[in-house]
């Protein structure tokens, strides 16, 4: 009998031992570790072996040192060199975080470093405009003596600056810095006040001098990323950016006000420099600032910049057409009677005598919706499309006249100087 029950406890010993062999070989595989053959074959050696050789309990330590052998503990440099394979494996090396602030800011230094020496600073002598006296106060400098009164940016391998007007405004001489401490003369070449832009020229050049590209300010969403470079207080080639901020503003101070505004700083001393967009080509000329605001700047857009610039080399000024009569908003009341739009149309409010409107037979109360086509968008849009043409061109009007639409054909003349 004895001999009998010795027989079942080593049946039942032998069962209980494949069966935990079995589970760890599946838990192992669960955790994607496959077992070799060697590694979940059952031996003699007893339970705490077999239990051992999963080593993935709490407590459990892993003895599975030699194939077969699960009673001798492996070597300890090789249980280091795995735990280094798992902890690769299933710990990967994150990124630092300078890393990843690197990936998702990147820095605006290659920009500068490549537009920066398109740059100029604009030094004028005998100036007498308000700017020009009131960057003499500043500076303590007298008139006679050449002083920091702007910014500029090469836009031309023949050495054509472009700046403000207000920069040179009553100047005698002209004196332009380089981003090399190189001081170089220069000419004026045209001049625009109603726009406030100007033309320089260097008068001597070399192959060193670099120029910036003319970029195109219509594709600009507010929001977008510029970054300003100038001279502010006679710093010279100061770095700022923020963002567009507005479009299409009107300051009030001309009839072609069209200014891009930006929050990136603008001081006295920034005007006539450029704003860049993120591929390094200048999209405005910086301009004007509001007065006791923060972020507040305007530039001339690189669009209008684009069309006076044959203008301003070859003539040294701008022709403008001119209409010959005021116009206005619409108001409520003719909205309503012409199905028109807030944004549509322009209504005749005076005619001048004798000017190209009266001779082309246009009265007052008449409503013009188009000139050549285009679509007018108001009184202040209007103005603005005329003046684009030359004086003596003949242009298209459409315009209503009591409710009836009719067409009408008028020579321009000449816009009168301010």
């Given at each position: 009998?004895?001999?009998?029950?010795s027989?079942?406890?080593?049946?039942?010993?032998?069962?209980?031992?494949?069966?935990?062999?079995?589970?760890?070989?599946?838990?192992?595989?669960?955790?994607?570790?496959?077992?070799?053959?060697?590694?979940?074959?059952?031996?003699?050696?007893?339970?705490?072996?077999?239990?051992?050789?999963?080593?993935?309990?709490?407590?459990?330590?892993?003895?599975?040192?030699?194939?077969?052998?699960?009673?001798s503990?492996?070597?300890?440099?090789?249980?280091?060199?795995?735990?280094?394979?798992?902890?690769?494996?299933?710990?990967?090396?994150?990124?630092?975080?300078?890393?990843?602030?690197?990936?998702?800011?990147?820095?605006?230094?290659?920009?500068?470093?490549?537009?920066?020496?398109?740059?100029?600073?604009?030094?004028?002598?005998?100036g007498?405009?308000?700017?020009?006296?009131?960057?003499?106060?500043?500076?303590?400098?007298?008139?006679?003596?050449?002083?920091?009164?702007?910014?500029?940016?090469?836009?031309?391998?023949?050495?054509?600056?472009?700046?403000?007007?207000?920069?040179?405004?009553?100047?005698?001489?002209?004196?332009?810095?380089?981003?090399?401490?190189?001081?170089?003369?220069?000419?004026?070449?045209?001049?625009?006040?109603?726009?406030?832009?100007?033309?320089?020229?260097?008068?001597?050049?070399?192959?060193?001098?670099?120029?910036?590209?003319?970029?195109?300010?219509?594709?600009?969403?507010?929001?977008?990323?510029?970054?300003?470079?100038?001279?502010?207080?006679?710093?010279?080639?100061?770095?700022?950016?923020?963002?567009?901020?507005g479009?299409?503003?009107?300051?009030?101070?001309?009839?072609?006000?069209?200014?891009?505004?930006?929050?990136?700083?603008?001081?006295?001393?920034?005007?006539?420099?450029?704003?860049?967009?993120?591929?390094?080509?200048?999209?405005?000329i910086?301009?004007?600032?509001?007065?006791?605001?923060?972020?507040i700047?305007?530039?001339?857009?690189?669009?209008?910049?684009?069309?006076?610039?044959?203008?301003?080399?070859?003539?040294?000024?701008?022709?403008?057409?001119?209409?010959?009569?005021?116009?206005?908003?619409?108001?409520?009341?003719?909205?309503?009677?012409?199905n028109?739009?807030?944004?549509?149309?322009?209504?005749?409010?005076?005619i001048?005598?004798?000017?190209?409107?009266?001779?082309?037979?246009?009265?007052?109360g008449?409503?013009?919706?188009?000139?050549?086509?285009?679509?007018?968008?108001?009184?202040?849009?209007?103005?603005?499309?005329?003046?684009?043409?030359?004086?003596?061109?003949?242009?298209?009007?459409?315009?209503?006249?009591?409710?009836?639409?009719?067409?009408?054909?008028?020579?321009?003349?000449?816009?009168?100087?301010?």
């Amino acid at each position: 009998m004895w001999r009998e029950l010795s027989r079942a406890a080593v049946l039942l010993w032998a069962a209980w031992a494949l069966a935990e062999s079995a589970a760890i070989s599946e838990r192992a595989e669960a955790r994607g570790v496959p077992l070799s053959r060697q590694e979940s074959r059952s031996t003699t050696s007893g339970p705490s072996a077999v239990a051992g050789s999963g080593g993935t309990d709490a407590g459990e330590a892993d003895f599975s040192g030699g194939a077969g052998d699960l009673t001798s503990p492996p070597d300890p440099k090789t249980r280091v060199l795995d735990a280094q394979n798992i902890g690769a494996d299933r710990r990967p090396t994150q990124p630092t975080a300078t890393a990843r602030a690197s990936q998702i800011i990147p820095s605006l230094a290659p920009l500068v470093q490549r537009v920066r020496p398109t740059v100029v600073e604009v030094m004028t002598t005998g100036g007498q405009g308000f700017f020009s006296r009131l960057m003499s106060a500043l500076t303590g400098q007298s008139a006679a003596m050449p002083h920091t009164i702007g910014s500029g940016v090469l836009i031309s391998p023949d050495g054509i600056i472009l700046t403000n007007d207000h920069v040179i405004d009553g100047a005698t001489g002209i004196l332009v810095r380089l981003e090399d401490g190189r001081e170089l003369e220069a000419r004026l070449v045209g001049r625009d006040p109603e726009t406030d832009v100007a033309l320089l020229q260097l008068l001597r050049m070399d192959e060193t001098i670099t120029f910036a590209e003319l970029g195109d300010s219509r594709s600009l969403r507010v929001g977008d990323f510029v970054v300003a470079i100038g001279n502010p207080f006679g710093l010279p080639l100061t770095v700022t950016y923020g963002i567009i901020s507005g479009t299409a503003r009107e300051l009030g101070d001309s009839p072609f006000d069209s200014y891009l505004q930006t929050d990136a700083a603008i001081n006295p001393g920034n005007s006539g420099g450029p704003l860049f967009d993120l591929d390094g080509r200048v999209v405005g000329i910086n301009t004007a600032i509001v007065d006791q605001a923060d972020g507040i700047g305007f530039a001339v857009p690189s669009a209008l910049i684009r069309t006076l610039l044959p203008l301003l080399v070859e003539h040294g000024q701008v022709r403008r057409g001119f209409l010959g009569a005021s116009a206005r908003n619409l108001l409520d009341e003719e909205l309503r009677a012409t199905n028109l739009r807030a944004t549509e149309g322009a209504c005749i409010r005076s005619i001048h005598r004798d000017g190209p409107a009266d001779e082309a037979g246009l009265k007052a109360g008449d409503i013009v919706i188009s000139i050549e086509g285009e679509r007018v968008l108001g009184a202040a849009h209007l103005i603005r499309r005329v003046s684009q043409f030359q004086p003596g061109q003949s242009v298209r009007l459409q315009l209503l006249r009591d409710g009836v639409e009719e067409e009408v054909i008028v020579e321009l003349g000449e816009r009168p100087r301010p």
